[in-house]
């Protein structure tokens, strides 16, 4: 009896030794004396004990490999600090542990030989302008390397790219110089074209001005032609209106004669009034001939035989 109970109990326990239970995620490789024999897929699973065993658990789920900051050369001879991050998986759990020793490590090594590699063939403007083009590549070169440890990189990103504390300075002054720069040119233009709109301003204003004094000197000129035009109708008109009344009324012509004489002397007074300092001579013997002259001017026109206007 007892011996039955010993052997359930040894049955029992060598049945839960090879029970083997695998994580969702995860793949196990199973060893027959120390030789490579199969990979066991997440649940439950069986194997021989004592001839069996687990040789490798490991996740096949998407990992992080960090990068440390690694000192690099730029083409141009400049030194920068540069790390990154790499995404990665297991593809094949066999290769991964049976052809590589420590993948963690040889994984990072080989990173960071392909961005030294990578940040050398590039000066140091374009490290800044051409990381997605750095990563594309490092993602190439990376999977392309890890493709025989049974690894799959699916991301590599760059995180910063820091050059040395004396170039960093000298950026800092160059940048401040480049903003100084484009700060004086913005002002310069917008001074120019400040004093371009000005001048033009005032060349439109004196075109306008220009334009107006020549329309005023228009609108007087036209004026003063229709004033000089209106006061030779209204003497024409007067004239005409003396001569009909001489020839209707011939004493008209001695009321005529009165008031010419009046203006002749009226004239002197007007003279003497204006501003400015003048002389006029004026004989007394001339007005009678002068009256005279103009009486037979009117005696002339009071015997013309009268015309009435034609219509």
């Keep these: ?30 060893a027959t004396f120390g030789r490579y024999n199969r990979k066991l897929s997440p649940g439950p699973n069986f194997i021989i004990p004592i001839m069996d065993s687990i040789a490798y658990r490991g996740s096949v789920k998407e990992q992080v490999l960090d990068i440390p900051p690694q000192q690099c050369i730029t083409r141009d001879n400049v030194p920068i600090t540069a790390d990154a991050v790499i995404y990665w998986r297991i593809i094949d759990m066999e ?22 590699a990578e940040l050398g063939n590039l000066e140091l403007d374009q490290t800044f302008t051409a990381r997605n083009h750095i990563n594309e590549l490092l993602l190439r070169d990376l999977d392309e390397s890890t493709d025989p440890w049974g690894v799959k990189v699916t991301r590599v ?31 310069s233009e917008g001074e120019r074209e400040s004093a371009i709109n000005k001048a033009r301003g005032q060349a439109d ?35 005409e209106i003396i001569s009909q009344k001489i020839k209707d009324n011939p004493d008209a012509a001695k009321a005529f004669e009165v008031l010419f004489a009046l203006g002749y002397l009226d004239m002197g007074t007007v003279i003497g009034k204006s501003e400015g300092s003048k002389v006029m001579f004026m004989d007394p013997r001339t007005i009678p001939a002068t009256l005279e002259g103009v009486k037979s001017i009117i005696g002339d026109m009071s015997h013309e035989p009268y015309l009435p206007e034609e219509k």
């Design 157 to 187: 990103e760059l995180r910063d790219i820091l050059p040395a504390k004396a170039v960093q300075e000298s950026m800092e002054l160059q940048m401040t110089a480049e903003r100084k720069k484009r700060a004086a040119i913005l002002t």
């Design 205 to 239: 204003a004196q075109l306008l001005a220009a334009e107006a004094s020549q329309k005023s000197t228009i609108l007087r000129a036209e004026g003063e032609r229709q004033q000089q035009i209106l006061k030779a109708r209204a003497i024409a008109e007067s004239a």
């Design 95 to 116: 290769k991964a542990f049976y052809r590589v020793e420590n993948l963690r490590l040889a994984m990072t090594n080989i990173v960071l030989t392909q961005i030294r």
């Design 1 to 30: 009896m007892e011996y039955i109970v010993g052997l359930a109990i040894v049955s029992a326990l060598g049945l839960w030794n090879s029970l083997k239970i695998v994580n969702q995620g995860e793949e196990a490789l199973v």
